[in-house]
């Protein structure tokens, strides 16, 4: 298993969830935190979901290969 984070990453439109590999830092500017994640898009890879419709139990999967 690999470290990574999903972030939060847009506003007012819908987007396919994404994993980004590491652990989530803040993105500093002469030393003050912004309120952003620090990260490289050409790492983000694309998340797909599945539920079972009997139980309601929900499986993510992050497959590099759905870049």
């Known amino acids: 298993m690999e470290l ?3 972030p939060d990453s847009t506003y007012g439109a819908l987007l ?3 994993w980004h590999p590491g652990e989530a830092k803040q993105l ?3 030393g003050m935190e ?3 994640l ?4 050409s790492e983000f890879v ?4 599945y539920r079972c419709s009997g139980c309601g139990l929900l499986k993510f999967f ?3 290969e759905s870049k």
């Open 4 to 6: 990574g984070f999903i």
């Open 16 to 18: 396919q969830s994404r």
């Open 28 to 30: 500093k500017f002469f």
């Open 34 to 36: 912004l309120p952003r």
């Open 38 to 41: 620090e990260t490289n898009i």
């Open 46 to 49: 694309p998340i797909t979901a």
């Open 62 to 64: 992050a497959n590099q």
